[in-house]
């Protein structure tokens, strides 16, 4: 890769460690991520790692993000908090930036990452209920089924990183298997030979996980409720019921994998 993705203004051999040829590839098609990418390498290049900031000191930074993006969200304070989410997903590109820049990826900063994650996911949506809820704009069944909707959804995405390549192939009509394996996180090579895979992947995931229009969706429709259109509950059910789906869906996709697991074992 001889050429910048466009708006990434540092030097051409910085920006092939800051934003490697892998990452580009990977999350090219995640809108917020791709959106923020051109910003967030100016400031850990030409800001954070002059003053040498690590990248553990970010991912901590996220973490008192979250809590007063939660708190916000529960206090009605929609606007903020879905700005701050936004504001989360730029943190969550520095901090890997820096580590590759500075060379000092570490256990402990992985881990930091992964629990960023679990209480964006577990706790954004949920906390946006509670602050429904005491506005009365939803109802109590609503926030008990966003809670267990994102509660189980973070539990199950797990099994949405490494497809079960070995049970599945020859068990499953190949080309099915194919889409089905383009719909993992580790699927990349596989997503390179499927257009239609990679297409279903990148709609979904773009929607549903991080980084991609999820927050944007929830900035926008925060900003319409300051202007008394109110849209947040319905933003609110459709994203619960649709994790809800999608845990349900991962479910039963547990259930195949053993039930295949046993048959090739017998």
């Known amino acids: 890769m001889s050429i910048k993705p ?15 040829k892998e990452k580009i590839e990977y999350e090219g098609p995640y809108i917020l991520a791709t959106l923020l990418r051109r910003v967030s390498v100016i400031l850990t290049y030409y800001i954070l790692n002059p003053v040498k900031i690590s990248a553990n000191t970010i991912s901590l930074s996220g973490f008192f993000v979250s809590f007063f993006c ?23 590109n520095i901090d890997g ?11 402990f900063g ?20 509670i602050g429904l809820y005491k506005d009365n704009l939803v109802s109590l069944d609503i926030v ?7 509660g189980s959804y973070n539990i199950f995405r797990v099994f949405l990183s490494n497809y079960p390549n070995q049970l599945i192939k020859g068990k ?15 699927s990349l090579k596989q997503r390179k030979k499927s257009k239609l895979g990679s297409f279903i992947f990148y709609s979904w995931r773009n929607i549903y996980a991080q980084c991609g229009l999820n ?8 900003i319409l409720f300051v202007y008394n259109f109110n849209i947040l509950p319905s933003f609110l059910i459709f994203f619960s019921f649709s994790y ?3 845990s349900s869906f991962l479910f039963l996709g547990l259930i195949v994998v053993s039930i295949l697991s046993k048959k090739k074992n017998n």
């Open 6 to 20: 466009w708006g990434i203004f540092v030097p051409l051999k910085i920006q092939k460690i800051i934003y490697p």
């Open 70 to 92: 939660l708190v916000s969200l529960i206090n009605s304070n929609y606007f903020f908090g879905s700005f701050l989410s936004c504001f989360w997903v730029l943190l969550d």
């Open 97 to 107: 930036e820096l580590a590759r820049l500075q060379k000092n990826s570490s256990n």
């Open 110 to 129: 992985a881990v930091l990452e992964k629990l960023n994650s679990d209480i964006f996911y577990i706790f954004l949506f949920p906390a946006l209920s």
């Open 144 to 150: 008990i089924i966003t809670f267990f909707a994102l």
């Open 172 to 186: 499953i009509n190949h080309s099915i298997s194919n889409l089905i394996e383009c719909q993992f996180k580790n």
């Open 215 to 222: 927050e944007l969706c929830f900035l926008l429709a925060s």
């Open 244 to 246: 809800l789906f999608i």
